[in-house]
């Protein structure tokens, strides 16, 4: 199994501004991936970060929007650009121990956008 | 990944079996029938999965239609704790895209 951790657990923050979120795992995974859940909606896939390429997005999904960093096989940063309260959901990483087997999740970022 | 059928909500007893149902009738042999649930305020939790047999695990049991057009999550005994949305999503071996795709699940509620 994997460990995830994600910083920062919740924020508030005012449209406009930009919030970074770090996924961290206690093992080298390949593949990561970054999802957002909407208020009372299931998951959506933003984008697939593999350590050494960029990362690459969903439809309806920009990299000046959503900028990604994948630094090491460990790590990994979302960030949300120029924030509107449309972006208040949850933002979760998930990893990939092996392809195709299960995928294991962090506890999520609830961001508030004002 | 081709789409899953689910209810949107079921309700179960405490201590008594749930079968938790899953429709994919466009399923494609390389597919495997996941499994994943999400108590209230956490990350998805990995349940199951499984390609053609039965499988089972200390969480639950899946049960895999003949023709693999269809899929049951059995938990044998419900706790409280087992209230979750449970997904039901078909995830290609092999296949250069990782990422699972939620549908909108089953809602399990579970009373005292």
């Known amino acids: 199994s994997a460990v995830i951790s994600q910083k920062p657990s919740r924020d508030i923050c005012q449209r406009g501004t930009s919030l970074t979120i770090q996924c961290q795992v206690d093992s080298q995974v390949t593949m990561m991936f970054w999802y957002r859940q909407q208020p009372g909606q299931s998951l959506t896939l933003i984008a697939t970060?593999?350590?050494?390429?960029?990362?690459?997005?969903e439809s309806g999904f920009v990299i000046d929007k959503f900028p990604i960093s994948r630094p090491n096989l460990t790590f990994s940063t979302l960030t949300v650009s120029n924030m509107s309260p449309e972006d208040s959901s949850i933002y979760l990483c998930?990893?990939?121990?092996?392809?195709?087997?299960?995928?294991?999740f962090g506890p999520g970022t609830r961001l508030t956008v004002t | 990944d081709a789409k899953t059928t689910q209810p949107n909500s079921m309700e179960s007893n405490e201590e008594e079996p749930v079968h938790l149902p899953c429709n994919h009738s466009t399923i494609s042999g390389t597919d495997y029938i996941h499994w994943y649930r999400q108590l209230p305020s956490q990350g998805p939790e990995y349940v199951i999965h499984?390609?053609?047999s039965n499988v089972n695990n200390r969480m639950a049991s899946l049960a895999i239609a003949e023709d693999r057009k269809s899929s049951t999550l059995i938990l044998h005994r419900a706790t409280l704790r087992d209230a979750a949305v449970y997904y039901c999503?078909?995830?290609?071996?092999?296949?250069?895209?990782?990422?699972?795709?939620f549908g909108k699940g089953t809602k399990l509620s579970v009373k005292p």
């Open positions: 998930s990893v990939d121990l092996r392809q195709g087997g299960e995928q294991y």
């Open positions: 999503i078909l995830r290609a071996v092999g296949g250069s895209q990782g990422n699972l795709i």
């Open positions: 970060a593999n350590q050494g390429s960029e990362a690459t997005y």
């Open positions: 499984g390609l053609t």
